[in-house]
């Protein structure tokens, strides 16, 4: 069964810092890694898709990379900003390459 | 906006009474989901559907039934609502597989059960 485990759970740091978050699965026969952000009472939003065959995407001041041999992915934030504060998680989808399984998450808090 | 709603937004109820929330998608997308998300524990896949009237288990599928009748409207359905079920749910859709195109997501049911 494909665990996805994320740390830290939460993370606090001040405005601009470079920031990086982690997220571990268990199971290396992914199809893809998702990294989605969620603001509190909200629904998610999707940051960055990662195909299995990739290394990294990259949108903005956001960078993925993905290692999937060694059940691995990092999500880097450049410059942090205050709006840069929510939930973020990650997700793989399993070779059925329909069912998501997500971590817990990592709360950032980005202080002005 | 992905043009998904959830009806109703918060719900509080009983022990032993059914629920149904409603999704309701306007893009016409295939594939629908339903999660439900709870502290600790991220968001785990009840049931999706993949086509009107076609519908699969996900992973915390016992408890939960649904049903889509119509490309825009998928139900799920708590037939005898437990306290174990009080959670946050969301719907999502996608164009294609989840795995292979974003999913996206409502604004969520928060659910109380007394």
């Known amino acids: 069964k494909q665990e996805v485990t994320q740390i830290p759970a939460a993370l606090s740091v001040p405005e601009g810092e470079n920031l990086v978050l982690n997220c571990s699965f268990t199971?290396?026969?992914?199809?893809?890694l998702q990294w989605f952000r969620q603001d509190p009472g909200k629904g998610l939003t999707s940051l960055l898709l990662?195909?299995?065959?990739?290394r990294e995407q990259t949108s903005g001041r956001l960078n993925a990379s993905l290692d999937k041999s060694s059940g691995r992915s990092t999500l880097y934030i450049a410059a942090s900003q205050p709006g840069d504060s929510a939930t973020y998680l990650c997700?793989?989808?399993?070779?059925?390459?329909?069912?998501?399984?997500f971590g817990a998450g990592t709360i950032l808090r980005v202080k002005s | 906006d992905a043009g998904i709603t959830q009806s109703p937004r918060h719900k509080v109820t009983e022990t032993g009474t059914p629920v149904t929330l409603r999704c309701h998608q306007t893009e016409n997308h295939r594939y629908m989901y339903w999660y439900r998300q709870d502290p600790g524990h991220g968001l785990r896949l009840i049931h999706y559907?993949?086509?009107?009237?076609?519908?699969d288990k996900g992973e915390v599928s016992d408890g939960y039934s649904v049903s889509r009748s119509k490309t825009e409207d998928f139900l799920l359905t708590l037939e005898s609502a437990t306290s174990s079920q009080t959670s946050v749910y969301f719907c999502?859709?996608?164009?294609?597989?989840?795995?292979?195109?974003?999913?996206?997501f409502g604004p969520g049911t928060r659910l109380t059960v007394l």
């Open positions: 990662i195909q299995s065959s990739q």
């Open positions: 999502a859709i996608s164009e294609g597989q989840g795995g292979v195109d974003t999913q996206y």
């Open positions: 997700a793989v989808t399993g070779r059925d390459g329909n069912k998501l399984v």
């Open positions: 199971d290396s026969a992914i199809y893809n």
């Open positions: 559907s993949y086509g009107v009237k076609d519908t």
